[in-house]
């Protein structure tokens, strides 16, 4: 079993709609990332959390460190956020600290 | 945001050569960088972690003679793909920190490398 785990694996919507991507993860972390791929690439961090709840724009991101576990979402979708979305954890390894990362989901957002 | 670069953006070479890709940190120095690697439709693995002025440290099943990382000053970290050969063609990517705050990576844009 993988330490990270994303769902859903693809995502298809329609331009406007409310989207959520779910992580769960099973290891003691520090911190957990909302990464976003694009196409060509590269890496773009969106959120940092360690606990509670994060806005920036149409993006809201969730942690609940209990369940071990992490919601991202969009709201009023557009066909620019489509990309790979990435959950990665940070914990702690025996040289400081590094970065387990999900499969990704690939969201498309069709106009 | 930090900046981090990354060159080349991409590579073709022919198997049996060695490739050298550069990871820097433009406007900040960054006291560790990672490597990491994604294959087609897969998430990133940690390759290694390097730390400036100390030899990297590598994540279980990467060789280390093969994949040589070079951490000599806080701006610059360099991997070289040794005798590449075509399963080493992926997409490379590092990131840096700045001053042990591992919470806050900045990446770069990657490297795609294409053995033949």
């Known amino acids: 079993k993988n330490e990270v785990e994303q769902s859903p694996q693809n995502l298809t919507a329609q331009e406007g709609e409310f989207i959520t991507i779910n992580c769960s993860y099973s290891?003691?972390?520090?911190?957990l990332h909302w990464l976003q791929q694009h196409p060509g690439g590269g890496i773009v961090s969106l959120f940092m959390?360690?606990?509670g709840k994060k806005k920036h724009g149409r993006l809201i991101a969730t942690i609940n460190i209990q369940e071990k576990h992490s919601s991202l979402h969009i709201t009023a979708s557009h066909p620019r956020d489509s990309a790979v979305y990435i959950c990665?954890?940070?914990?702690?390894?025996?040289?400081?600290?590094?970065?387990?990362f999900g499969p990704g989901t690939r969201l498309s957002v069709l106009p | 945001g930090a900046v981090v670069s990354q060159h080349p953006s991409r590579v073709i070479c022919k198997s049996g050569t060695s490739v050298k890709i550069e990871c820097r940190s433009l406007?900040?120095?960054?006291?560790?960088m990672f490597w990491y690697r994604q294959f087609p439709k897969q998430s990133l693995m940690l390759m290694a972690t390097?730390?400036?002025?100390?030899?990297?440290?590598?994540e279980q099943g990467v060789e280390k003679d093969k994949f040589l990382i070079n951490h000599a000053s806080l701006t610059l970290s360099t991997l070289t793909v040794t005798s590449a050969h075509p399963e080493d063609s992926s997409f490379y990517i590092c990131?840096?920190?700045?001053?042990?705050?591992?919470?806050?990576?900045?990446f770069g844009p990657g490297t795609r490398l294409t053995v033949l």
């Open positions: 990131s840096a920190v700045i001053r042990f705050q591992y919470n806050e990576q900045f």
């Open positions: 290891v003691g972390i520090s911190a």
């Open positions: 959390l360690s606990s």
């Open positions: 990665a954890v940070l914990r702690s390894s025996n040289y400081g600290q590094n970065f387990v």
């Open positions: 406007d900040f120095q960054a006291t560790t």
């Open positions: 390097s730390n400036e002025g100390s030899k990297a440290t590598y």
